[in-house]
C-alpha cells in the first residue's frame, strides 16, 4: 500500500492543532486474493468478533493474502465502544491484514475529547454510550468543571484509543475501487476529495453516483440490508440497532458476497 497523502505528526506534550493535520488517503495496485470490507459497528463487539470468526471460516478456501477493511463508526450507540477499539488492535491470522478508516463518530469524538463543551451534539449521537463504555458517566461529567472534566476524560480513556482514531485514513483505493466511509462526491478526483465529504456526505452521492468514476464501497447511511447498485455497495446494517453487522466479500473475479453476524447467533 502506498500513502497518496501523508498524516502530521502529533508531537508529545504540545498542545493540539486547531486544524487536525489531514488523514491518509491509501492506495494499492493490486488486490489481494479477498477483500473484506465490513460495515459501521457502533460498539456491537459481540457481533464483530463473531463476524470475524465468519471471514476467518469463509476464508479457508481462499489461497493467498486476504484483507480486512473496516469502514469507519467504531464508536457511539452501541455498548462496547471501548471494546471494539481494543479489539481492532489485536492481531489476525497470519494470512490477513486490517485496514480501519475513519467514520464520522471517530472525528466527533476526537473534537469533544480536545474540547468537552456539554453542548456537544456527540453526547445526543451516541457519545453518552461511548463514555458509559469507558465508565463515565453521563451525569457525573455534566456535573464537573472544565478542567475537572477533561482530567476525567484522561483518566478513563487510554491513549492508545485516542492515538489510534487521530491515524486512521480517510480512504483505501484498489483498482476499480474506493472504500471510504461515507462516498466520494461526484465529478471530483479522489485527490481532490474534500474531507468531510469522505466522513459525511450522503444525498450528493447518491443522486448522481453515475458521475463517480470508481465503483465505491461505504457504510454511513444505515438500512436494514445492504445496498447494491452499479456504482456502490453500502454495508451499514445499523448493527446497533437491527443487531446484524455485515462484511461484504469482493474478489475482482467473483460476485460480491454478504456475510452477516446478528445477536440472534450469540451465546452468552
Same mark, same amino acid.
Given at each position: 500500500?502506498?500513502?497518496?497523502?501523508?498524516?502530521?505528526?502529533?508531537?508529545?506534550?504540545?498542545?493540539?492543532?486547531?486544524? #487536525?493535520?489531514?488523514?491518509?488517503?491509501?492506495? !494499492?495496485?493490486?488486490? #489481494?486474493?479477498?477483500?473484506?470490507?465490513?460495515?459501521?459497528?457502533?460498539?456491537?463487539?459481540?457481533?464483530?468478533?463473531?463476524?470475524?470468526? /465468519?471471514?476467518?471460516?469463509?476464508? %479457508?478456501?481462499?489461497?493467498? @493474502? /486476504?484483507?480486512?477493511?473496516?469502514?469507519?463508526?467504531? +464508536?457511539?450507540?452501541?455498548?462496547?465502544?471501548?471494546?471494539?477499539?481494543?479489539?481492532?488492535?489485536?492481531?489476525?491470522?497470519?494470512?490477513? %491484514? %486490517?485496514?480501519?478508516?475513519?467514520? @464520522?463518530?471517530?472525528?466527533?469524538?476526537?473534537?469533544?475529547?480536545? @474540547?468537552? +463543551?456539554?453542548?456537544?451534539?456527540?453526547?445526543?449521537?451516541?457519545?453518552?454510550?461511548? $463514555?458509559?463504555?469507558?465508565?463515565?458517566? !453521563?451525569?457525573?461529567?455534566?456535573?464537573?468543571?472544565?478542567?475537572?472534566?477533561?482530567?476525567?476524560? @484522561?483518566?478513563?480513556?487510554? %491513549?492508545?484509543?485516542?492515538?489510534?482514531?487521530?491515524?486512521?485514513?480517510?480512504?483505501?483505493?484498489?483498482?476499480? +475501487?474506493?472504500?471510504?466511509?461515507?462516498?466520494?462526491? #461526484? !465529478?471530483?478526483?479522489?485527490?481532490?476529495?474534500?474531507?468531510?465529504?469522505?466522513?459525511?456526505?450522503?444525498?450528493?452521492?447518491?443522486?448522481?453516483?453515475?458521475?463517480?468514476?470508481?465503483?465505491?464501497?461505504?457504510?454511513?447511511? #444505515?438500512?436494514?440490508?445492504?445496498? +447494491?447498485?452499479? /456504482?456502490?455497495?453500502?454495508?451499514?446494517?445499523?448493527?446497533?440497532?437491527?443487531?446484524?453487522?455485515?462484511?461484504?466479500? $469482493?474478489?475482482?473475479?467473483?460476485?460480491?458476497?454478504?456475510?452477516?453476524?446478528?445477536? !440472534?447467533?450469540?451465546?452468552?
Amino acid at each position: 500500500m502506498t500513502v497518496i497523502s501523508g498524516l502530521g505528526r502529533f508531537f508529545g506534550g504540545e498542545p493540539p492543532s486547531p486544524v #487536525p493535520p489531514p488523514r491518509p488517503r491509501l492506495g !494499492g495496485a493490486s488486490w #489481494p486474493a479477498a477483500v473484506y470490507a465490513i460495515g459501521d459497528v457502533h460498539g456491537c463487539l459481540a457481533q464483530l468478533r463473531l463476524l470475524h470468526e /465468519k471471514i476467518f471460516a469463509d476464508a %479457508r478456501g481462499i489461497d493467498g @493474502n /486476504k484483507l480486512i477493511v473496516c469502514l469507519g463508526d467504531y +464508536v457511539d450507540r452501541g455498548p462496547d465502544a471501548s471494546g471494539v477499539l481494543d479489539y481492532l488492535g489485536k492481531d489476525l491470522p497470519q494470512d490477513f %491484514r %486490517r485496514i480501519c478508516l475513519a467514520g @464520522n463518530h471517530e472525528v466527533m469524538m476526537l473534537d469533544f475529547l480536545e @474540547n468537552p +463543551v456539554l453542548e456537544s451534539s456527540w453526547l445526543q449521537f451516541g457519545g453518552l454510550e461511548t $463514555l458509559a463504555s469507558y465508565g463515565i458517566d !453521563g451525569d457525573q461529567l455534566a456535573g464537573t468543571f472544565p478542567r475537572e472534566r477533561l482530567a476525567l476524560l @484522561n483518566s478513563h480513556i487510554p %491513549r492508545e484509543h485516542v492515538a489510534w482514531m487521530r491515524a486512521l485514513p480517510a480512504a483505501l483505493t484498489l483498482p476499480g +475501487v474506493c472504500f471510504v466511509h461515507a462516498g466520494l462526491r #461526484p !465529478g471530483i478526483a479522489l485527490t481532490e476529495q474534500h474531507e468531510d465529504d469522505l466522513l459525511w456526505i450522503r444525498h450528493e452521492f447518491f443522486d448522481a453516483e453515475d458521475d463517480v468514476d470508481t465503483f465505491v464501497v461505504h457504510g454511513h447511511t #444505515p438500512a436494514a440490508r445492504p445496498v +447494491v447498485t452499479h /456504482k456502490r455497495i453500502c454495508v451499514d446494517t445499523a448493527a446497533f440497532a437491527t443487531g446484524t453487522l455485515t462484511a461484504v466479500r $469482493l474478489r475482482p473475479d467473483a460476485e460480491p458476497e454478504f456475510i452477516e453476524a446478528t445477536a !440472534g447467533e450469540i451465546v452468552t
